[in-house]
């Protein structure tokens, strides 16, 4: 029934005239756009091939910022593809696409595709599994997510082609879905993602047929596998919009689908600083890690199951290794997180008790050489600065450790009281 509807939808609007934005309309100009973007699209062209820019680098030049990748949209098959381009590697099965490689510069090129009911492949729940039908920019245009994505920059005369007003939208700062909301969102529910990601990132609004299904089909996200989760937590994350992202995610009843542990503490003053210190990293053109803000995710649900488990009679050691395991094998039914950044996570959260502590000279060096030291440091100097009280008076000695030379280091070790060692009674 849903595929009808779909199918329904699409021959309705099959023949939408689009409006032609001729160059000297719009401020798309060949200096902004990639030079292996150009010499994929002029390839294309002069082999007879139709070739348009599309998606997001067309939304980011009409607004003056600067794409990060250019995305390429033709009717030519991915195996034409391959035979024209060298370079090309054709990835996928769910989409088909081609990735043509200019050294550390990657330009995709996909298909036109229609929406051909009979051919996809979709679950119970109306996701789309397989997609690989072929079509027209006709088409093409119905197949995409939000109006401001579905724009075509022409090569052959350097116009802009609009098919479902994202112009308009652009004009008027909102995110607008093509087609019946519910239908797209049961299609790929995390297009409720995307959305929120683009209103955050763009400071747009959510048109409210666009905005009102999210509320009722969030749980369809538990439909997406995993690792795919994983990919749109770095882009929700940990591109520079992380803050604003969060609150609409909150506001949509989504983080708590994404991060249930966390959620119980959305209001947590931890999360919401590490979230603001990131998008300042981001911008500063600093690294960000995804373990960090993992660790900030589950740290509070780690030392409310830490007690459980201490009250439970476990050993102080037991205790908080059975918490961090639980709290990873919850989170990783969601979103499958890498080993490596799990073990980054792990060295984290068990450094806090080490850098509290300070129990020897000794203790600290070691901790001081630990691989994940300076994550787990600054981790330390977030938990002060949002007034956790265990870690206010640990951060100030850390800060002044880590600040000096080391001569003064030395200094700083003999004030730490010694373990008295236990001296064996000879045997007489």
């Not at 088409?139 to 090569?155: E, H, P, S, W």
């Amino acid at each position: 029934m849903l595929l009808k509807k779909l199918f329904r939808w699409f021959k309705k609007n099959k023949a939408n005239s689009p409006k032609i934005i001729a160059r000297a309309q719009h401020n798309i100009s060949r200096n902004l756009i990639s030079n292996n973007a150009l010499k994929v699209l002029y390839r294309l062209h002069k082999a007879g091939f139709s070739a348009y820019l599309v998606g997001g680098c067309i939304r980011d030049l009409l607004l003056d910022k600067n794409p990060k990748d250019f995305d390429i949209a033709t009717n030519a098959k991915p195996e034409q593809l391959q035979d024209l381009f060298y370079n090309c590697r054709l990835i996928g099965r769910r989409f088909r696409l081609a990735h043509i490689h200019f050294g550390r510069e990657i330009i995709e090129v996909a298909t036109f595709r229609a929406h051909n009911a009979e051919a996809l492949l979709q679950n119970m729940h109306g996701m789309i599994l397989r997609d690989n039908v072929y079509g027209t920019i006709e088409q093409d245009v119905g197949r995409r997510d939000f109006t401001i994505n579905a724009l075509y920059y022409n090569i052959a005369d350097f116009s802009v082609i609009d098919f479902v007003d994202g112009m308009r939208d652009l004009e008027k700062k909102q995110i607008n879905l093509i087609g019946d909301p519910e239908l797209r969102y049961r299609e790929d529910p995390v297009r409720m993602l995307r959305a929120l990601r683009f209103a955050a990132k763009l400071g747009f609004t959510l048109h409210p047929r666009t905005a009102t299904p999210i509320f009722t089909l969030g749980p369809l996200l538990a439909n997406i596998p995993a690792a795919r989760i994983y990919e749109e937590y770095i882009k929700l994350f940990l591109l520079g919009h992380a803050s604003d992202t969060y609150k609409l995610l909150c506001e949509y009843g989504l983080f708590k689908l994404l991060f249930p542990h966390a959620a119980v503490f959305a209001d947590d003053r931890l999360i919401i600083s590490a979230l603001r210190s990131t998008d300042l990293r981001v911008k500063a053109d600093k690294s960000v890690a995804p373990s960090f803000l993992l660790a900030v995710f589950g740290w509070q649900a780690l030392l409310e199951q830490y007690q459980l488990n201490l009250a439970a009679g476990q050993s102080e050691f037991i205790a908080f290794d059975d918490a961090m395991e639980k709290i990873i094998r919850d989170q990783q039914k969601i979103m499958t997180v890498p080993r490596r950044l799990v073990n980054i996570v792990y060295d984290i959260w068990t450094a806090q008790q080490r850098l509290e502590r300070r129990k020897s000279a000794r203790q600290i060096e070691n901790t001081f050489a630990l691989t994940n030291f300076r994550a787990a440091y600054d981790f330390l100097l977030l938990r002060a600065e949002n007034a956790d009280k265990n870690a206010i008076a640990a951060a100030q000695w850390w800060k002044n450790y880590v600040d000096s030379d080391e001569a003064e280091r030395k200094k700083l070790l003999t004030k730490i009281k010694q373990p008295k060692r236990k001296i064996k009674k000879k045997d007489s």
